[in-house]
């Protein structure tokens, strides 16, 4: 099977980057648990514009932990003769840093896609499912035949209870509910 896979808030976790970013720079508090849709309210949109290039410089980029279990689960589902695109809505220019993450957490992966039409370009791929956690990207690949999953975040729980997508609390959680999918 072909799998793409997000990364910000699907193989890292994203919201305390974003969130110490807006405190600092704004004096904006962004509790993960309130944060319930994807508009994230008490932010202008030129101010979240400056806090996303912010946490995707280079040393912010570098600096991610994955989340426990992903890049061993990815590993496996590489050995088990998937292919695997990590496919991000990171600016172009973040893409070299990325792609040296990727090597220091030693997450193997056949493509790399840094740019802003993701759906567009699992169509184009063939991917047969999408790890993402955004509840637009979820409802895109839903429409769009693709099988969509996703990590249990607030901001896309409601949408996990309504229609068919996989999720898991964690990776260790999601990858078990993805077996049946990758069979
Ligand atoms: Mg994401």
């Given at each position: 099977m072909r799998i793409a896979i997000d990364i910000d808030s699907t193989l890292h976790d994203y919201w305390p980057q974003l969130a110490q970013a807006a405190k600092?720079?704004?004096?904006?508090?962004?509790?993960?648990?309130?944060?319930?849709?994807?508009?994230?309210?008490?932010?202008?949109?030129?101010?979240?514009?400056v806090l996303?290039?912010?946490?995707?410089?280079?040393?912010?980029?570098?600096?991610?932990?994955?989340?426990?279990?992903?890049?061993?689960?990815?590993?496996?589902?590489?050995?088990?003769?998937?292919?695997?695109?990590i496919a991000s809505h990171r600016h172009e220019r973040a893409r070299d840093a990325t792609a040296r993450w990727l090597e220091r957490i030693g997450l193997p992966y056949d493509e790399l896609y840094c740019d802003f039409d993701k759906v567009g370009h699992c169509i184009q791929e063939g991917i047969d499912v999408l790890i993402?956690?955004?509840?637009?990207?979820l409802a895109k690949a839903l429409e769009a035949?693709?099988?969509?999953?996703t990590l249990l975040h607030p901001w896309n729980r409601d949408l996990c209870e309504i229609e068919d997508i996989v999720c898991g609390k964690d990776w260790p959680a999601l990858a078990a509910e993805l077996e049946r999918v990758l069979a």
């Open positions: 600092r720079r704004f004096g904006v508090d962004l509790p993960y648990e309130q944060q319930l849709t994807w508009d994230i309210a008490p932010l202008r949109r030129e101010q979240l514009k996303v290039e912010e946490t995707h410089r280079d040393d912010n980029v570098m600096a991610a932990e994955p989340y426990p279990g992903a890049v061993e689960t990815i590993r496996r589902w590489k050995q088990a003769g998937h292919s695997v695109l993402d956690d955004s509840p637009e990207t035949g693709i099988t969509p999953a």
